[in-house]
């Protein structure tokens, strides 16, 4: 998954501004780390958006 397709369904999800805010507050227990970290840390972005349809209600549509 692209960035840009991370970020996209990030947004339609949560909206653009508390995307953001989800993505730098929000530790994810399955990877330990926030959104943010995870990423820079280079963890692939399917594996980051898999986590965070793992602990928040994504619709099936954005899964």
């Given at each position: 998954?692209?960035?840009?397709?991370?970020?996209?369904?990030?947004?339609?999800?949560?909206?653009?501004?508390?995307?953001?805010?989800?993505?730098?507050?929000?530790?994810?227990?399955?990877?330990?780390t926030t959104v943010d970290e995870a990423l820079a840390r280079g963890v692939e972005t399917k594996d980051v958006w898999r986590a965070v349809c793992a602990e928040f209600d994504v619709p099936g549509q954005l899964r």
């Open positions: 998954m692209r960035l840009t397709e991370f970020w996209r369904r990030m947004e339609a999800r949560f909206g653009a501004t508390y995307a953001r805010s989800v993505a730098a507050d929000y530790r994810l227990p399955v990877l330990g």
